[in-house]
């Protein structure tokens, strides 16, 4: 088994897909590729600003747009943003010679992760738990749906995490394809 062109990381905001993606990437040694950030880059702001000017409908045709730009590079592990999943038209390009992994976590473990950070124009209301409790049940199907493979991220570390992704992936031995077989049946 080999490793595919590209590994695509989805799921909700604060379930570690920067983090888990950049030490990924460097364990099999592909580039690093974060669509938000690189959205920011472009644009010369941050994500809450393009939303206040743009929108969210304005943030996601920059989005389906940077997808396909970047469905198109080899050996990267891609992370993306929380709502990428949201359009239809980014399924195909998501699944496109990638291995999609879905990073399931709780809503306490969002609720934690996301509570001092200020980069998240969904959650800046008076109920961030009632805003992470909606996007879940909207998003959740559509992340199952595209994935792969399901890495539930709750009370495990990001290297744990990491490792369980690279033998999930490529299985270089008969005990590891036994035991990766093993833990699909189980949705690690």
């Known amino acids: 088994m080999s490793l595919p062109k590209r590994v695509v990381l989805v799921g909700p905001m604060g379930a570690g897909k920067s983090t888990i993606g950049r030490m990924l990437a460097r364990e099999l040694g592909y580039r ?28 996601r045709q ?3 747009a940077m997808l396909a730009e970047l ?4 050996q ?5 943003g929380g709502g990428a999943v949201m359009r239809a038209e980014n399924h195909a390009v998501l ?31 008076d109920d ?10 909207i998003r959740d199907p559509l992340y199952s749906e595209l994935a792969d493979i399901i890495m539930h991220t709750d009370r495990k570390s990001p290297r744990l995490v990491v490792r369980q992704l690279v033998n999930r992936i490529n ?5 590891q394809q036994r035991q990766v077989r093993k833990e699909g049946r189980n949705h690690v």
């Open 95 to 125: 699944k496109k010679d990638a291995v999609v992994v879905y990073l399931r976590t709780s809503i306490e473990q969002q609720v934690e992760r996301t509570r001092k950070d200020r980069n998240r124009p969904l959650l800046q209301n």
């Open 62 to 64: 920059r989005e389906t």
């Open 171 to 175: 299985p270089k031995t008969p005990r």
């Open 128 to 137: 961030p738990e009632g805003v992470l409790r909606h996007l879940f049940a």
């Open 32 to 59: 690093f590729l974060d669509s938000d950030r690189i959205i920011e880059e472009r644009c010369g702001a941050n994500i809450p600003w393009i939303f206040d000017v743009e929108g969210e409908d304005g943030f």
């Open 71 to 74: 469905s198109v590079e080899s």
């Open 76 to 80: 990267t592990v891609l992370a993306t």
